[in-house]
């Protein structure tokens, strides 16, 4: 029976995923659940880490991880959310961030071309290297002469296999998402491999944008994109993009990925939000929609599936949260997908 690693975090992340696990038991998907739900902000402040090397252990062995949300305001660097999520991503070489924006509900668009709208693409982001691999320092500290520095890391390695993967799921199309006008190392190296890819796969359609214009061309019109593969810092930022022009970030799903070994990190795109934890408001369908994401992973396409039609149906319905324009809580809209179930 596979096993996965759950981790409901902080913030809202406990109330969405509790819906996520209540929606996995009544697909009957026979997966057996090892819950870590002290990896969190409480014991980060009580002891100064939250997930140690015994709990990375217990993740290693699993068939993949749930994970609801990290951060805490009480915490105001980023060491906690990077000691765990980084810590994971990189430990267990999660080097491709799969988020896929598919509009659920034309009413859910901002756009108001209707012949634009509906939109059905993938973000591919290397998840590994980039700005976030924490490669930097700060000279005079809180003086007047401060200056500090982040660098941006591209290797070959890290490219080609993320470029690599975007061509293999790509359906007619991949765009790959760079700034090498204006910087230039990195941006050579991505620009030698894109070409290389390319010209491996003459079936699939190629294009090249800069950061800047992908912006702009996604809120133009993101129908015309299948597969977006760009660096850590982009594909993040083109994500939450993508997200909201498919409805918002409350529906967004996300997949930390080794593609090699198969293993996968699922979880929302929302994060925390603070402002209204607790308060049973919590939209469950990015949580529930990144369990579709793992149940793809694990080899049962069918209960996902299934789970994506039952989503379909309660925003049809307006049987969500008011985010969605509907008046259910958390627990009322998890069960509204169960029941289309």
Not at 133 to 162: C, K, W, Y
Not at 214 to 222: E, F, G, N, R, T
Not at 262 to 282: K, N, Q, W
């Amino acid at each position: 029976m596979p096993t996965i690693a759950v981790i409901p975090g902080d913030g809202i992340g406990p109330e969405v995923i509790e819906q996520a696990l209540k929606t996995l038991e009544a697909l009957g998907a026979g997966l057996e659940v090892d819950l870590l739900d002290h990896i969190n902000a409480e014991t980060y402040l009580a002891k100064g880490e939250a997930l140690s090397s015994a709990d990375l252990d217990r993740i290693r062995v699993s068939d993949g991880v749930l994970l609801g949300a990290v951060g805490d305001a009480r915490i105001a660097h980023t060491d906690y959310v990077r000691s765990v999520l980084l810590r994971l991503r990189f430990e267990l070489d999660l080097y491709v961030n799969y988020r896929p924006a598919k509009l659920l509900a034309d009413r859910l668009s901002p756009l108001r071309d209707e012949t634009r709208r509906a939109m059905d693409c993938v973000v591919v982001r290397e998840n590994t290297e980039g700005l976030y691999a924490g490669v930097g320092g700060v000279l005079r500290p809180q003086t007047p002469f401060e200056v500090t520095m982040d660098a941006e890391i591209n290797t070959h390695h890290g490219v080609s296999r993320v470029i690599d993967y975007a061509f293999s799921i790509a359906r007619r199309s991949v765009c790959m998402v760079d700034k090498s006008n204006a910087v230039p190392h990195g941006g050579r190296l991505w620009q030698r491999y894109w070409q290389e890819a390319a010209e491996r796969h003459p079936d699939i359609e190629t294009s090249h944008l800069y950061v800047d214009a992908a912006a702009m061309k996604l809120v133009q019109d993101p129908t015309r994109y299948d597969v977006i593969v760009a660096n850590n810092s982009y594909g993040d930022i083109l994500s939450d993009l993508t997200a909201q022009l498919a409805g918002g970030l409350g529906t967004a799903a996300s997949g930390n990925i080794n593609a090699v070994t198969g293993f996968g990190l699922y979880e929302p795109v929302h994060g925390t939000a603070p402002d209204i934890a607790g308060r049973g408001m919590a939209n469950p369908i990015g949580a529930i929609l990144s369990a579709a994401l793992m149940l793809d992973q694990l080899g049962h396409t069918v209960s996902a599936e299934a789970v994506r039609r039952a989503v379909a149906t309660v925003i049809e319905r307006r049987w969500v949260t008011p985010d969605l324009g509907g008046t259910l809580g958390t627990e009322e809209a998890g069960a509204a997908i169960r029941s289309v179930l």
